[in-house]
């Protein structure tokens, strides 16, 4: 053990300042140990070698075994590239380089027995082999080649100067000898023993220099398995400490609020979804730690209820309540929404917006310090500093997404003042000020191993169940060319009395384009449902707030049967007599927002269908997510076809990447990995929270370490 992992890659032999400095700057390592740690993105066969009649158009690496029979120079656009006639005894193909043609051509020999290794293209009714790595025969045969040799990631300016996949492989040697191969366990015996997990030094080795396929597998098993493991546990134990630190107000009486409602106002029988919810916050209310609980439900799951009757406990024990969606349409309509239940329970709640006047304004800040307004409703404008409450016990966010963890932060330091004194004891409830319990609320169903790894410090409620009785949304797919028909369908359902949404996309970066896509759109429906028998609403990002609720509302109130509009009525808006929804170039769309969309409708009691309007102009994604959208109404299903197709990152945004980044793991992939280094992340620290235990010595220290050198708080939260 005396090679101490932590030492700057410069000290390897064979690494000097240069490469040094391009190992950093490319692949961010800066020690043996980040070394140790770049994993290989795949792995080919070097034992095997092809002829050229052999070669195949699919572009992959080979390995083939022949003689230079000439050079020439070809001019092209740029300057020019470097050509080799490359011989064996089936045919001849080219070797091309497009830089450092001075050097090659000066070491490259005619006549002598090479082995090239590289990717082949075909042009010219040829196959040729850019930047090949080539070896004389002799030297090659000195070399150990196996049939899984590591291809490691790479960079083009890697490549560029020179640091191959061979000089990569040459230096992770160097670093197996300098070491001996030998590397500190960081998995406990009990864990290793019930998975049958390779030591880490046998893994290590033959993740780099697989012996066999089975012990590559196992490696990869073990090396994944250890890295979720970690992850896993760090979050658990922020979890537990996030608990054990950070207390919270107990909202420990059920009171006439929460029971009048139950008893005499509630206008439907809760799911057994709801109820389950429900009894998960309760019991964080009552817990004397802040709740920071992430509520997840699928668009018309009723998420709206809970919220409402989790802000009747807090109302029961004394507290303010906020409500907070991400706009102003959608806080509205909580607001509407919620009125008539708040008044009938003698209820003080009000609306604040951007929108919302000076004078009524200074009069809801007025009552939210002197405690006379119980609840409070709005959008982001809760979060300025001028909004204090007198003693803010519950947060409820609608629509987590739009809001990031800074947000959700700010909303611990609305109660800076002395909090009441209901509690046992008073002493300490004087004296400390508690952040409000916070509940988050998604509509975006994520699968669940994904939340819990990039929500890692919110505990997960899931509302998995629809209300009884609903009806599936029809949804079909097609094509432009049958638009006469479309129209037709639409007609009919507004002579039922129904409404329609007509729906374009709006997506940044060809705003013009969207635009007049939309205008077109609009102008045709115009045309084709003329008034005074057919109205029709607008609504996009480039009206005026006041313009866009205006047209929302006549929507809203029936006055016009369709609304046209761009993505701005994705998130939450109730329209219970809409029952279609037409989405127009609907392969442009991502699945979880074509989801959404869905979502708009089938919330009354008629049949809604969902109409996917594309071109005959497919990508295969495109196809999948339509495909998915016509088969599947299940959120959470629709959710594991998206991570599948867009990968990760892209769902969570750039926000939480960070969580994702993940070194040999695949966070989709090894969903199944991931729930075992779960449970056993959680065994541990049931068995021993502190990691006393001899037995977890290991663990403790690997996780110190990992605290040490590689900030994992930071990309957590
Ligand atoms: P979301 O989860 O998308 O916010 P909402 O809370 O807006 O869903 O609920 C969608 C609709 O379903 C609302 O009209 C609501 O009143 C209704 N609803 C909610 N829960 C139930 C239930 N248990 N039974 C019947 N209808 C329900
Ligand atoms: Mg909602």
Redesign the pocket.
């Known amino acids: 053990m005396s090679v101490n992992l932590q030492t700057p890659i410069d000290y390897l032999k064979g690494v000097g300042p240069n490469r040094a400095n391009l190992l950093r700057s490319e692949l961010g390592i800066h020690t043996y140990q980040d070394l140790i740690n770049l994993f290989p993105n795949r792995y080919i066969d070097r034992t095997k070698y092809y002829k050229i009649n052999q070669l195949q158009r699919n572009n992959a690496e080979v390995q083939v075994v022949g003689k230079i029979t000439g050079f020439r120079e070809v001019a092209q656009k740029r300057g020019k590239r470097l050509v080799a006639d490359f011989r064996d005894d089936t045919g001849v193909m080219e070797l091309v380089w497009f830089r450092g043609q001075k050097w090659i051509r000066e070491s490259l020999k005619t006549g002598q027995t090479y082995v090239i290794f590289g990717k082949t293209n075909w042009f010219n009714g040829k196959f040729n082999m850019p930047h090949p790595e080539l070896e004389l025969l002799p030297e090659h045969k000195k070399n150990l080649r196996t049939s899984m040799q590591a291809i490691y990631p790479s960079t083009e300016k890697l490549a560029n100067k020179g640091i191959s996949n061979r000089v990569v492989t040459k230096i992770m040697q160097q670093l197996f000898l300098e070491t001996k191969g030998r590397f500190s366990e960081t998995l406990s015996e009990t864990i290793r023993g019930e998975l049958k997990l390779l030591s880490k030094s046998d893994a290590l080795f033959n993740v780099h220099f697989p012996k066999s396929p089975e012990l590559l597998s196992r490696s990869q098993f073990r090396l994944k398995f250890e890295e979720l493991f970690y992850i896993q546990l760090q979050l658990i134990i922020k979890n537990l400490i996030h608990k054990s630190k950070i207390k919270g107000f107990i909202f420990d009486k059920v009171g006439d609020y929460f029971n009048t409602f139950y008893n005499s106002h509630l206008?439907?029988?809760?799911?057994n979804a709801?109820k389950r919810v429900l009894k998960e916050i309760r019991q964080d209310l009552g817990s004397n730690a802040q709740m920071n609980r992430l509520l997840q439900?699928?668009?018309?799951?009723?998420?709206?209820?809970v919220a409402f009757m989790s802000m009747l406990m807090g109302l029961d024990n004394g507290f303010q309540c906020c409500l907070m969606a991400p706009t102003e349409i959608l806080s509205v309509q909580h607001y509407n929404g919620l009125l008539e239940w708040f008044n009938k329970l003698n209820i003080s709640v009000s609306l604040l917006t951007g929108s919302s006047k000076t004078s009524e304004r200074k009069e809801i800040l007025e009552n939210l310090e002197n405690g006379n307004l119980q609840i409070l409703v709005g959008t982001h404008a809760l979060l300025e500093d001028k909004v204090k409450f007198k003693n803010l016990g519950l947060a409820i966010i609608d629509e987590q997404h739009r809001f990031g963890v800074k947000q959700r932060s700010k909303l611990w330091e609305k109660n800076k003042k002395e909090t009441p004194s209901h509690s046992a004891d008073k002493n300490e409830m004087k004296t400390e000020s508690y952040p409000p319990h916070v509940l988050v609320?998604s509509?975006t169903p994520i699968p669940r191993t994904l939340a819990m790894s990039v929500y890692g410090d919110l505990d997960i409620s899931v509302?998995d169940e629809l209300?009884?009785g609903r009806k599936p949304i029809k949804t079909v797919h097609r094509y432009d060319n049958n638009r006469l028909n479309v129209f037709k369908f639409m007609k009919d359902e507004i002579a039922k009395g129904r409404q329609i949404y007509v729906v374009y996309p709006l997506i940044q970066e060809s705003e013009k384009m969207d635009y007049k896509d939309l205008m077109d759109g609009y102008e045709s429906i115009s045309r084709e449902f003329p008034m005074p028998n057919y109205q029709i609403s607008i609504v996009h990002g480039k009206m005026k707030a006041a313009d866009k609720d205006y047209e929302m509302q006549r929507f809203a109130e029936g006055k016009t049967n369709i609304m046209v509009a761009t993505t701005v009525i994705e998130v939450?808006v109730?329209v219970?007599n809409a029952s279609v929804m037409v989405i127009e170039s609907a392969e442009r769309f991502g699945l979880s927002q074509l989801h959404q969309l869905r979502?708009r409708v089938g919330?009354g009691a008629e049949q809604s269908y969902c109409i996917l309007m594309t071109s005959h102009k497919l990508s295969n994604d495109s196809k999948t997510r339509l495909e998915t959208m016509v088969r599947s109404s299940d959120g959470f299903e629709i959710a594991e076809v998206d991570l599948k197709l867009r990968g990760p990152g892209d769902i969570m945004g750039t926000q939480q990447s960070g969580v994702l980044n993940l070194r040999i793991a695949d966070i989709v992939k090894d969903k199944d990995i991931l729930e075992q280094a779960r449970y056993y992340a959680k065994m541990v620290l049931k068995l021993d929270p502190s990691l006393a235990l001899p037995e977890h010595q290991v663990i403790l220290n690997t996780y110190r370490q990992m605290g040490k050198y590689r900030n994992i708080w930071n990309y957590i939260s």
């Not at 206008?267 to 799911?271: G, K, V, Y």
């Not at 699928?298 to 209820?305: F, L, M, N, P, R």
């Open positions: 206008p439907f029988d809760l799911t709801q439900g699928d668009v018309g799951s009723g998420k709206t209820i609320m509509a509302i209300p009884a939450g109730n219970p979502g919330r």
